[in-house]
């Protein structure tokens, strides 16, 4: 049952009989993905282009009624860095809503840089893969509700769906829903997926893994990749089972904005926060 998944900064809608609920809210989640200090996107991983100023958009959405905002530090594991956490540290004090970091993290240490620099969560995905301890460590230190863990996954020419690593530059032999699992035992509170083969399309979210995912897993499963239109987004609440849809470009160049977003998701009876 997916309300008896734990989802953090998430609260349940009442109804019209007090005591009783309909849910939980599923959450709408701008992603900043950070290149040079700059806001990018791109196109399946590729194709990157200026999108903005993080702190002002960051503050931009949280005014608009987000329920949280990602930042993703896109380069920091190639190039061997940490996050920037000074950066971290400015949009956090721009924004009243969850704040999920991610990029380089890679010890409890470099969780800790980024709590106090304002995280509410960190995301690792690389770091997490090649030491898996990573997961239990950060869990054991913070809470599970603390660790998100971001899968960047391709399916194949054979139809399954494998996980990529160093920002989808890496393609492994481990089937996503696999390691999914894996994560979630050893400590993840919640799983962030992004399908490569939607990034950036714009052409409708992964709907099969996104579903296979969250009936099996006990814990949220964030949608990311391919939200182009309003309908996509019911599209991934009620087909894909997600808990919470990720987008970028159609915020950063303003083709949806987030008011009217969850308005058209109220009118299409999916639960969200307005």
Same mark, same amino acid.
């Given at each position: 049952m997916k309300d008896d998944k734990i989802s953090p900064g998430v609260t349940s809608i009442p109804t019209m009989s007090e005591g009783q609920t309909i849910g939980l809210a599923k959450r709408i989640i701008p992603c900043l993905d950070i290149r040079d200090g700059r806001t990018v996107k791109g196109v399946n991983f590729e194709n990157i282009r200026d999108a903005g100023d993080p702190v002002e958009l960051g503050a931009?959405?949280?005014?608009?009624?987000?329920?949280?905002?990602v930042f993703l530090d896109i380069t920091a594991t190639v190039e061997k860095r940490k996050t920037l956490s000074e950066l971290v540290n400015r949009i956090a004090r721009h924004i009243n809503i969850p704040f999920t970091v991610g990029g380089g993290v890679s010890?409890? %240490?470099? $969780?800790?840089?980024?709590?106090?620099? &304002? *995280?509410?969560?960190?995301?690792?995905?690389?770091?997490?893969?090649?030491?898996?301890?990573?997961?239990?460590?950060?869990?054991?230190?913070?809470?599970?509700?603390?660790v998100v863990l971001a899968i960047d996954t391709r399916m194949e020419d054979d139809g399954e769906w494998y996980v990529y690593l160093s920002g989808g530059r890496v393609k492994t032999?481990?089937?996503?829903? %696999?390691? $999914?699992?894996?994560?979630?035992?050893? &400590? *993840?509170?919640?799983?962030l997926l992004t399908s490569m083969n939607h990034d950036g399309?714009?052409?409708?979210?992964?709907?099969?893994?996104?579903r296979q995912l969250s009936e099996t897993l006990p814990v949220p499963?964030?949608?990311?990749?391919?939200?182009?239109?309003?309908?996509?987004?019911?599209d991934v609440f009620t087909q894909g089972k997600a808990d919470a849809a990720?987008?970028?470009?159609?915020?950063?160049?303003?083709?949806?904005?987030?008011?009217?977003?969850?308005?058209?998701?109220?009118?299409?009876?999916?639960?969200?926060?307005?």
């Open positions: 931009l959405y949280a005014e608009q009624g987000a329920d949280e905002l010890s409890v %240490d470099d $969780a800790s840089v980024l709590l106090k620099n &304002g *995280a509410d969560k960190v995301s690792i995905n690389t770091a997490a893969y090649k030491n898996p301890q990573l997961i239990n460590d950060l869990a054991k230190e913070f809470g599970s509700q603390f032999e481990t089937k996503c829903l %696999d390691w $999914a699992k894996q994560a979630v035992e050893l &400590g *993840a509170g919640e799983i399309t714009k052409q409708g979210f992964a709907l099969d893994i996104t499963i964030i949608a990311s990749g391919g939200g182009g239109t309003k309908s996509h987004f019911v990720l987008a970028a470009s159609i915020f950063h160049f303003k083709e949806i904005s987030i008011p009217d977003l969850k308005g058209y998701l109220k009118e299409n009876n999916i639960h969200v926060r307005i």
